[in-house]
Every structure is written in C-alpha cells, then in structure tokens.
C-alpha cells in the first residue's frame, strides 16, 4: 500500500469528518481545513494538522474534497483563495461530494491546464457507515489520477469502484440516490397502507425485514419509521437537490424517468410541510398525512 502522499482534506462536515477519521486512524497524516474552523476539532483531537487557509492545502499531493453543493466545489476549487487559484496546486483533487456533471467537469478542465487532475469520488453510506468500512465509492477520471489515489479510497470505503475517465462517476452516485428516493417512497406507502388497515408499523417491517426484501438500507429507514426518528444522514432538501441534478441529465440524456419525477414531487411535498433539514424518509410523514393519519404511529 502506497500512502507516502502528503494528504488534505477540505471540509469536515459529518461525512468528511468520518472520511477523513479513517484515514487518521490509520496512520495517515492529513491536514485539513473547514470553513467553520471548530468542526475540525475531533479530527484534530485524531492527530489532523489544522491548514490556516484552503491555499495551505494547496502544496499537498492529494487533496480531497467533501462540500455541499456545485456552487461550494467552485467556490473552493476554482474561485477566490480556492485550491487551484494560487501559485501551488495539488497534483490530484479528489472530489467525494455529490455534484452535477457540468460543475465537475469546470473543474477538471481547469485542474488540467494547471497541470493537477480531478478525480470525481463520490460515495454511498452514513456517517455510521464510514466508520464501519461500509461504505462505497466510485471513482471516474484519469485511471493514473485513480491508481494513485486507489489506496486511500480502499481505507476509506469497503467497496471502491473506478468506473471511467470523465464524469461517469457523478451520473452513477446520481442513479444511486435517485433509486434510495423511490425506495423509501415505496417503503413509505406500503407502511402507510398496512397502518391504514390496523397493522402497526412494527408488524409490517418486521415482516418485511425477514421476507425478500429485507436488506440493510430498509432496515435502516424502517427503524426510523418505527421510531419516527428523522435525524438526517440526507436531508430532504440535499435529496431534493440530488433528484433535480438526476432529472437534468435524464433531460440531457432523453431518459424518461417517471418515477423519478413523481417522486422528486413528493420529496417537494415533504419540503412544504417542515421536513426541509430532516431526513428524507420523513416521506413516511407526507405518505400518512396524505392517507388522513394524524395520530401517533404504533411502533
């Protein structure tokens, strides 16, 4: 395993603070930076250097990226002060946030003419998820950019998956998220019929669980249904974000997805009744008001 790279991380937010964790607690330097600076503190408390500016991070070999939004990957890659706005730049910017095609590829042409390279790294899993090794990542872009930084991506995630050399990642983390959406609207209104018709909620998934369609995810997102427990892993609105960046490239790709955009609508539904910055299988709750259930579920 080659990890000889000096390594930076930008932006520690829940799932880059587990991210990067893995790699502290293999005995990976890294130094990292976050535009709230205490929320590198538990990466600090792990051994992390604290960068003072995103240009610190610039003279690093490898730099990886988790940020929100198309608009923070530019902001921090290609804007004002950003990793490749400076005389030094990395030799590779490993971008692990869910992001549209177009701002990725901004990014990746601009990284090329100053002689770094974008690999496109978004994964799949929680927080909890991370830090159990259960995560997956697929990568996309150059295979030596890949090749390169393969060895970290293997300490980070349990399944690591290079899948082409330009933005095929971004589109394959686009039709992940797009199914996580439809299945728990699916889990969603079937819970919600069998507890229209006097089955509890409890009963239903537990059925659920040991028939053919029990799997890790409907566990997951059952057990918060059980306990309408909505603390985000996703919230509805990055969901909401996610299906409108998969409905483009469908539009782009003359993909229909009907599904799809009845779905994108009811996560909009979820939206108008408050469950803006829970988690996205507040479905459950949109699906019940829908059904006239507005007691408590039996759980």
């Known amino acids: 395993m080659h990890t000889n790279h000096r390594i930076g991380w930008l932006g520690t937010g829940r799932m880059g603070t587990a991210m990067a964790a893995r790699l502290l607690n293999a005995g990976i330097a890294v130094t990292v930076w976050n535009r709230t600076a205490d929320k590198t503190g538990p990466l600090l408390e792990l051994g992390a250097t604290q960068a003072g500016s995103i240009a610190d991070l610039a003279h690093c070999d490898i730099v990886f990226t988790t940020v929100t939004s198309s608009t923070d990957l530019l902001a921090v890659t290609i804007g004002p002060g950003g990793l490749l706005s400076g005389e030094g730049v990395p030799s590779i910017i490993v971008d692990c946030s869910t992001v549209s095609v177009e701002s990725a590829a901004e990014v990746r042409e601009t990284a090329r003419g100053l002689g770094s390279e974008l690999l496109s790294a978004p994964i799949s899993g929680n927080p909890v998820m991370v830090a159990d090794g259960a995560a997956a990542i697929v990568s996309s872009g150059s295979r030596q950019a890949f ?62 669980d040991g028939s053919v369609l029990g799997s890790i995810f409907i566990r997951h997102k059952g ?43 009811l996560i909009q539904a979820a939206i108008g009744y408050g469950y803006r910055d829970t988690d996205y299988v507040a479905l459950y709750e949109t699906a019940r008001h829908a059904a006239g259930l507005t007691s408590g579920a039996d759980s």
């Open 147 to 208: 090749d390169r930084a393969r060895d970290y991506l293997q300490v980070i995630a349990g399944t690591v998956v290079y899948s082409g050399t330009g933005e095929e990642a971004r589109l394959v983390k686009l039709c992940h998220n797009l199914m996580l959406g439809v299945l728990t609207q699916a889990l969603a209104e079937a819970t919600t019929l069998a507890e229209k018709g006097g089955v509890s909620p409890a009963a239903f998934l537990d059925f659920l």
């Open 223 to 265: 057990s918060a249904i059980r306990n309408r427990d909505y603390e985000a892993t996703l919230t509805t609105v990055n969901m909401r974000k996610d299906f409108d960046l998969a409905l483009a490239a469908a539009r782009t790709l003359e993909v229909p997805l009907p599904l799809g955009a009845a779905t994108q609508q």
